[in-house]
């Protein structure tokens, strides 16, 4: 299969907070297995999108989840008019031919499942296809980056030690609010004062965490809003729906943030 | 009123008091309220005067009238004294002088809440109607505007006479507030909102705006005097519990504009003043000004504040110039640039605000600022009454907190005594935190005496190896743990608590229900099923081509997940779980036992397999567990009436308690096994010189049972101490409470989170 349909043509909007960018341009001239850490909506995903457009390599996205399977990464055999025949899973389809492959919140998939990728993220560098009684070698070009969020609610779902250990982590988290308000700016297409009272509002909901949220507002959700504003919804309705809402089903925490962010509106 | 029309009622009123020595006291009553009252008022009050002599009120009352009149005359105004007067001499004829006086006594505490007209006129109702009463009532005021506002007076006044249908008796047990029906009727009648209402909204609203968050306790607002301005004394804010005479409406509104006003404070104030050679009237007018520029710096960060605090500018640029009202005028107009007011004084404060509005990052210019306008006021010989002073608008704290008093202490009388004693609160508390990190050995003979139960003759039930963190070897069998025969205690006790928590039980019914019903999984390779597995399907293909023997488990069905999880939650009853929560008779232990209650009810109902175990130590020798239930016990009247019987006492060997509770969690047959441990602070005990050994320990342990297939996790209650329980735990299997009011929903949240998969 061509991987043509998972190359990024333009360029997408990344805004660097840090020196990740030469961090994972580092580890992939190295082919260093790359774990990005850090709260929902920070920029994880975008960053990886980022970083494949900028290498010019194809990006192989799966989302994990619980009931995925070591042979939806690998592949499985189907049954076809000529017998059976092997198809390769995404993982294995990366290892192939040669993409970045992207774990994305892998805490998800069960511990079993995560196994598959240590024999890729070592010296090995291959992909035992057991089923099909195959040792892929890794392509030249291929990378494994995955995403996690750490917190005390992963306790149950957490990565093992020993897939931990074979990853350079970069850490996430909220852009200052000079950055944060240039992104909103350039993603919701607002004013930049907008931008700033969406990013003062975030601020706000974030003191809240672990007083009450267990996240405060992501930047996307600062996009969102601010594309509602752009929209035409009056900045109240609109945090109200991309913000407050989404965030919580307490209603005191409601009231609270919704109090909080009327004081930072004029 | 009296017609002596012949004379000038000021005349008679000091010839009277001539007659009875009283002259001293007139002519100073008289020197305050000559100043701000036109002649036609003073006329008028001396009438009122002349009106309680014709009933005979006698010397006492008039000598105290006339003091009253002089010190309630700020915050009152001589037409309010004169209308006081005329009722007092009313509740006189009808009560007679002694009750009279008692009145009297209390007008300082009336007009303080700013109710005395209406209070004189509900206890002259009382007067017609139940004249022995007046004198109980009276004596009571402060106790009973402590419980509802002033306004109200007149409502309990009512209600306490059809409550005591014409008898004197009762009416004598109703207004001496001995009769329980009186402390009812304070409490629902005054249908105030109270601070613990609003208390998570008003405090998250607050954490929302500035971290980190105020550490926020409500004071009860009876006593003398009344509290009624919050407080800021080092980290602690403390609020009033009940804003007296606040709608209910309002009061959410307050308690947020408050928190929000305090919060101002401690972002972008500086240091605290030195008191230097201020005087009262100068610290009042500095702390404004800096009330004024602490919050015009936050309406800069967040603009929405001024229509939280605006509400609460009620002064108006009329009435009469008395230090108070020009006080209040200029605190509106320092805040609201809409606000105009004639008055030079107020103008002259505006324009060196704004004169100094590059350097308002300084808080300097409020000492400078305060300075001057308070020089301006004394040399415009206004009268101010440190002692009644109080705040306004309502929100604002009382401003102690922005100054550093060294040993200063008059004037300000009581206020600085309150100032005084939150520094104590907060020294005990760290002496607490101290005794539980070291333990005192001198303590100990005493910490004996009310501990958990005599126990030489309860068995060792097991030796474990401790963890040497210097040496890094276990020492073998170095702890011996007994098994303390539960005292029982009265099992209602643990139901009455848990009902009243409405709320968060049938939240937690709900986790319990959503638990139940489980999620779908989708079990493969199965011998039956309405499903074919098209990837077993296709191995049998394969394998039967291949010539080999198929599996024929090639079927799929998905059914509700199996919950396989047993847990075991172990909890500390050391000596520090007696610790009181601030402001509450309510002790930790209490917390804990209801948060393990409520734990408890959910996992019975969900059938979940579950035991619970207090633990406690002194010395290695010594470590005591109390079993409250074991694994294939009913969570029954007997398991609550042990619950109900936990004592606190001793400290806390955590390491050997984890191993323990290890023992009994490893032969349980399920597929997870949790164990849950509920501290409050460090590992500490007797013969461990060094906390830290025990923290290793305890580390130690838990890789221990880790390897055993046992998940711990460590709930920890913050004190004041450093919390060890990441270090203990791991970050990720410790979940700190830093409120202990807390605890129960988020231990539950905590379960149902855990058990999830």
């Known amino acids: 299969m061509n991987l043509d349909a998972y190359r990024i043509a333009d360029e997408p909007y990344y805004r660097p907070v840090g020196n990740e960018i030469e961090l994972f341009a580092a580890a992939y001239s190295d082919r260093l297995p790359v774990m990005l ?53 995404p993982l294995t389809m990366a290892v192939r031919q040669g993409a970045i492959c992207y774990l994305d919140e892998i805490v998800e998939a069960r511990q079993d499942t995560t196994v598959v990728i240590h024999p890729l993220t070592d010296a090995r560098r291959i992909l035992p296809l057991d089923k099909k009684n195959e040792l892929v070698p890794a392509h030249p070009d291929f990378a494994l980056t995955i995403s996690y969020n750490p917190g005390y609610q992963s306790a149950v779902k957490d990565l093992k030690e020993s897939t931990k250990q074979r990853f350079v982590a970069i850490e996430f988290s909220y852009p200052d609010a000079a950055t944060e308000a240039a992104i909103v700016v350039r993603e919701a297409g607002v004013d930049e004062k907008t931008a700033s009272l969406l990013v003062a509002i975030g601020e706000r909901s974030r003191n809240l965490r672990g007083h009450g949220l267990e996240e405060g507002a992501s930047t996307r959700m600062l996009i969102h809003a601010g594309r509602l504003v752009a929209a035409g919804v009056d900045i109240r309705s609109a945090t109200q729906s991309s913000i407050v809402l989404p965030i919580t089903d307490d209603l005191e925490m409601r009231d609270a943030l919704t109090g909080a962010v009327a004081a930072c509106l004029p | 009123m009296l017609a002596r029309a012949e004379e000038e009622p000021l005349k008679s009123l000091e010839r009277y008091a001539a007659q009875r020595g009283l002259s001293p006291v007139l002519r100073q009553t008289i020197a305050v309220l000559a100043p701000r ?249 500095v702390s404004l000004v800096e009330d004024a520029r602490v919050e015009t710096l936050a309406m800069r960060e967040l603009p929405g504040l001024r229509h939280v605090w605006g509400q609460f500018h009620i002064a108006r640029s009329a009435g009469a110039a008395t230090a108070p009202s020009l006080m209040a005028r200029l605190a509106r107009a320092l805040f609201d640039e809409t606000f105009e007011d004639p008055d030079g004084w107020i103008q002259k404060g505006l324009r060196l605000f704004r004169e100094a509005a590059d350097r308002i990052h300084d808080p300097a210019i409020s000492r400078d600022i305060g300075n001057r306008l308070g020089n301006d006021l004394g040399q415009m010989r206004i009268q101010f009454n440190a002692k009644d002073y109080v705040v306004e608008p309502i929100y604002r704290d009382n401003n102690l907190g922005l100054w550093d008093f060294g040993d200063w202490q008059s004037q300000q009388g009581e206020s600085v005594e309150m100032e005084v004693d939150a520094a104590h609160v907060t020294e005990a508390e760290q002496t607490d935190g101290d005794q539980r990190n070291e333990p005192d050995p001198e303590t100990e003979p005493t910490v004996r005496a009310h501990s958990v139960v005599a126990p030489q003759s309860d068995p060792i039930v097991a030796t474990y190896p401790e963890w040497d963190r210097i040496a890094s070897i276990e020492r073998p069998d170095w702890t011996s743990v007994r098994e303390i025969t539960p005292v029982l205690g009265d099992p209602s006790l643990v139901d009455r608590q848990i009902d009243r928590e409405g709320a968060l039980r049938s939240r937690i019914s709900r ?21 074919l597995d098209a990837e077993a399907a296709i191995d049998a293909g394969i394998s039967l081509r291949g010539g080999l023997l198929p599996d024929d488990r090639v079927f799929r069905r998905t ?199």
């Open chain 1, 37 to 89: 850490k850090g709260p929902t909506g920070c920029g994880k995903t975008r960053f990886v999108e980022h970083m494949a457009w900028k290498l010019g390599r194809a990006l192989i996205t799966v989302a994990c989840h619980e009931d995925m399977t070591a042979s939806d990464l690998a592949g499985r055999f189907l049954l076809a008019p000529e017998g059976t025949v092997w198809h390769d899973g």
């Open chain 2, 37 to 285: 009252s036109t002649p036609a008022e003073l006329d008028d009050w001396a009438e009122a005067g002349l009106a309680l002599i014709a009933v005979n009120a006698g010397a006492e009352v008039m000598g105290t009238y006339w003091r009253m009149s002089a010190q309630s005359f700020s915050s009152q105004g001589t037409s309010e004294m004169s209308a006081a007067g005329y009722l007092l001499a009313k509740i006189c004829r009808e009560s007679g002088s002694k009750a009279a006086i008692a009145v009297t006594a209390q007008i300082p505490i009336a007009a303080r809440a700013q109710g005395l007209i209406t209070w004189l006129e509900a206890l002259l109702s009382l007067a017609v109607q139940a004249p022995k009463s007046v004198v109980l009532a009276a004596e009571n005021t402060p106790r009973i505007l402590a419980g509802t506002a002033i306004a109200s007076f007149g409502e309990f006044v009512a209600a306490g006479l059809r409550a005591s249908g014409g008898q004197a008796s009762r009416q004598a047990a109703f207004f001496s507030l001995e009769d329980p029906r009186a402390g009812q009727l304070l409490a629902r009648s005054s249908g105030a909102i109270t601070f613990s209402d609003v208390e998570r909204a008003s405090r998250a609203f607050a954490t929302a705006l500035w971290t980190p968050p105020q550490d926020v306790r409500a004071v009860p607002t009876g006593g003398d005097p009344p509290f009624r301005r919050t407080a800021l004394s080092g980290p602690m804010t403390r609020v009033p519990e009940i804003y007296a005479g606040v709608p209910r409406e309002t009061a959410p509104l307050l308690y947020r504009a408050t928190l929000a006003h305090a919060g101002a404070h401690r972002r972008y104030g500086k240091g605290r003043f030195p008191i230097g050679q201020l005087k009262p009237l100068q610290i009042a007018l």
């Open chain 2, 511 to 531: 986790l319990v229900r959503a638990s139940k019903l489980g999620r779908p999984s989708r079990l493969r390779r199965q011998n039956d099923g309405p499903e």
């Open chain 2, 559 to 757: 059914e509700q997940v199996q919950r396989d999880l047993g847990v075991m939650v172990l909890i500390d009853v050391s000596r520090s779980t007696a610790d009181r929560l601030p402001n509450s008779t309510v002790s930790v232990l209490d917390v804990e036992r209801l948060a393990l209650g409520l734990l408890a009810d959910a996992l019975s109902r969900l059938g979940d397999p579950f035991a619970m175990q207090a633990f406690t130590s002194s010395g290695r020798d010594d470590v005591r567990v109390t079993r409250m239930k074991g694994f294939g016990e009913n969570y029954d009247p007997t398991v609550k009436a042990r619950l109900a019987g936990l004592t606190p006492g001793l400290s806390t060997r955590l390491g050997a308690a984890i191993r323990h509770a290890g023992m009994e969690l490893a032969p349980l047959r399920t597929h997870r096994k949790l164990l849950l441990v509920l501290t409050d602070g460090e590992p500490s005990d007797i013969d461990v010189p060094d906390p830290l050994d025990l923290v290793a320990d305890a580390r130690h342990a838990i890789k221990g049972l880790k390897l055993k297939g046992i998940d711990v996790f460590g709930v920890t209650l913050q004190g004041a101490g450093e919390d060890s329980g990441d270090a203990v735990f791991g970050r990720a299997r410790h979940m700190p409470v830093s409120r202990v009011a807390d605890l129960p929903r988020r231990l539950s949240d905590l379960y149902f989170r855990l058990a999830r998969r």
